[in-house]
Each structure stands twice: as structure tokens, then as C-alpha cells.
């Protein structure tokens, strides 16, 4: 009687420590679960699919066109030959703010221009492909001065916004992989702690 009576408490000591030990189990990953929130997160734009080309090509159409202001239609009518993409090309450029600027013309369109370009002053006859000088413009007419423009970027200052947006994609690129440093060191901890885990609920 006695044995049968120690086996029942062996038995129910065991049930009790299995009991114990997978509610141990659950708070640990809990506890697990609950510190991801602060591990650190990368949320550049650069790091999308095809970002670094879309923003080269709208920096190359922006920057060369004789108007130094575009339609989002005749941009994605520019950059891919489809002004039905304006929508797509208008979440492109809102999250490159370090390039682009919004804003609308005379008739209440949306427009995009480049901030660099929107620094030169409004001297830049489209039609003649030439700067003029400002008595030149003064001498306007109200209709003609609306038709001056800002200087397109030379090839070198173009190479130059290339440039740093190429570095601002690989500095993404960079931080994403510096930011994974955890995954090389808690992955063998969680492998480790499954194992025990695993071994004491068996």
C-alpha cells in the first residue's frame, strides 16, 4: 500500500513539475515576445523594391526638363511612358522630401519640382534654351514672365543628387544589417532554451 501510495505522489509531483515548468516555458516567451517591441526597426524608403532607380529616374526627368515644375502625369508619361501612374509616382516622390517639392500651379494642378532647382532664379527662357538677364525679364509682359523658368541642372550637379542618393541608399542598406545583430545572438539562446524546454515538459 505504501508503494502504490509513493508511486501516486511520484507521479502527481511529476504532473505538478510538467505543469510548472511549460507555464514557465509560456512567460519566457512572453517575456521574449514583449522585448521585440523594442528591438530596432528600419523603415527607410530607399530600402523598397526599385526605390533607387524610380528616384534617379525622377531626378534625371525633373532636373533636365525645361520646365523646372511637372504635372505628375507628364512625369510618369517621362520616366515610364504611362501618365496613369501619376498616383504611384506620387507616393514615390511625398517620401523623398530630400529631393522633392509639392506644389500647384495657376490652375490648382499638382505639381513636382526639384528642391535644388527651385533654389535658381525664375531666368530661364524654355523656348530660347538660354538664361536672360533681369532687365531682360523686367521688360516681360505679364503672360511672358509666366513662361520664364528656372535653369535645368548641369550633367555634373545631376551626378551629384545620383550620388547621394546612392549613398543614402547604401547607408540604409548598412544600418538594416547593423540593426540584425541580435539575430546572431538570440537564435542560438532561443534553440538552447527550446531544447531544455522540450527535455522538461518529456
Not at 1 to 19: A, K
Not at 66 to 82: I, M, N, P
Not at 112 to 124: A, E, G
Not at 142 to 156: N, Y
Amino acid at each position: 500500500m505504501e508503494s502504490n501510495f509513493n508511486t501516486r505522489v511520484d507521479s502527481i509531483s511529476g504532473v505538478e513539475t510538467s505543469v510548472n515548468n511549460t507555464r514557465s516555458l509560456k512567460r519566457r516567451e512572453q517575456t521574449f515576445s514583449e522585448s521585440a517591441r523594442f528591438w530596432p526597426k528600419v523603415s527607410s524608403p530607399y530600402l523598397e523594391d526599385g526605390r533607387l532607380s524610380d528616384v534617379i529616374a525622377a531626378l534625371t526627368a525633373l532636373s533636365t526638363y525645361r520646365y523646372y515644375k511637372l504635372k505628375l502625369s507628364k512625369l510618369a508619361d517621362r520616366v515610364c511612358g504611362d501618365p496613369s501612374q501619376s498616383d504611384y509616382w506620387r507616393d514615390v516622390l511625398k517620401q523623398h522630401p530630400e529631393f522633392f517639392r509639392f506644389s500647384t500651379d495657376i490652375e490648382g494642378a499638382e505639381v513636382v519640382s526639384l528642391v535644388w532647382r527651385r533654389q535658381f532664379p525664375k531666368r530661364f527662357d524654355p523656348k530660347m534654351a538660354r538664361e536672360i538677364e533681369r532687365d531682360a525679364f523686367d521688360a516681360l509682359s505679364s503672360s511672358e514672365k509666366s513662361q520664364i523658368s528656372r535653369r535645368p541642372l548641369s550633367s555634373s550637379e545631376l551626378s551629384v543628387l545620383v550620388d547621394i542618393a546612392i549613398q543614402m541608399h547604401e547607408k540604409a542598406a548598412d544600418r538594416r544589417k547593423s540593426n540584425r545583430w541580435w539575430v546572431q545572438l538570440v537564435l542560438p539562446f532561443i534553440g538552447a532554451f527550446s531544447a531544455v524546454a522540450l527535455d522538461w515538459l518529456m
